[in-house]
């Protein structure tokens, strides 16, 4: 079965700093990944995805993420944080035929002025 | 561009009525699928459609059904309504073979 551990329930950082969302997975095989992210009462917005080839991959909203198999992990980073990134973030594994996701705890992020 | 869209974006209900939920996937999407999301949970997958048929199925409880018509759009039936079905219903769409999935802004369904 695949799931997704998301360590950090909460993480605060200041406007401008660096920012590190961890996800590790667990899958079978070579898995899909991908973060999601959600704004209070609003639709699921999907950042960036991991399919197969380079181990680093862009985003929209100046986000990157690196898929480590030795340490089963697929985690976010930004290098500077701007208010606006104020949300909920989602990791997610998908890689079965019928491509249902499962999704981590997500992790929360609030970003001070 | 297109995106998937969910009707209706807000519903409120009683116990023990019925509701619902209807999703219109992105043009040319073939795969549609559900997901629920409880107050300050991570989203959980409901059911999925592929060509009109249902090609998964998660943690989707027996009063609710759901089907994925000719022109591809689903709707999410929902019987009996409990006080712990209010969360918010995402559907998503995908392209068959391409394996993102976009969803939509979501139904949010009380339940009073």
């Known amino acids: 079965a695949q799931s997704v551990t998301q360590p950090d329930i909460h993480i605060t950082v200041s406007e401008g700093a660096s920012l590190e969302l961890r996800c590790n997975y667990s899958?079978?095989?070579?898995?899909?990944l991908f973060w999601y992210v959600q704004s209070p009462g609003q639709g699921l917005q999907l950042l960036l995805k991991?399919?197969?080839?380079?181990?680093l991959v862009q985003g929209i909203k100046g986000f990157e993420a690196e898929f480590k198999r030795s340490q089963s992990s697929f985690n976010l980073r930004k290098p500077s944080v701007h208010w606006s990134d104020a949300a909920e973030y989602f990791c997610?594994?998908?890689?079965?035929?019928?491509?249902?996701?499962?999704f981590g705890q997500g992790t929360i992020l609030t970003v001070h002025p | 561009a297109a995106g998937v869209i969910q009707s209706p974006r807000h519903l409120i209900k009683e116990k023990r009525e019925t509701a619902t939920l209807k999703c219109y996937p992105i043009?040319?999407?073939?795969?549609v699928y559900w997901y629920q999301q409880g107050p300050g949970q991570d989203p959980q997958f409901l059911i999925s459609?592929?060509?009109?048929?249902?090609?998964d199925k998660g943690s989707i409880p027996d009063r609710f059904s759901a089907q994925q018509f000719s022109d591809y759009h689903s709707e999410l039936n929902m019987s009996s309504l409990e006080l712990g079905d209010s969360a918010l219903y995402f559907c998503?769409?995908?392209?068959?073979?391409?394996?993102?999935?976009?969803f939509g802004p979501g139904t949010r369904l009380l339940v009073l």
């Open positions: 991991y399919f197969s080839g380079d181990t």
């Open positions: 998503a769409s995908r392209r068959g073979g391409r394996e993102t999935q976009y």
């Open positions: 043009p040319r999407h073939d795969t």
């Open positions: 997610a594994v998908g890689g079965t035929s019928y491509g249902k996701l499962t």
């Open positions: 459609f592929y060509e009109k048929m249902q090609s």
């Open positions: 899958y079978g095989a070579t898995p899909y």
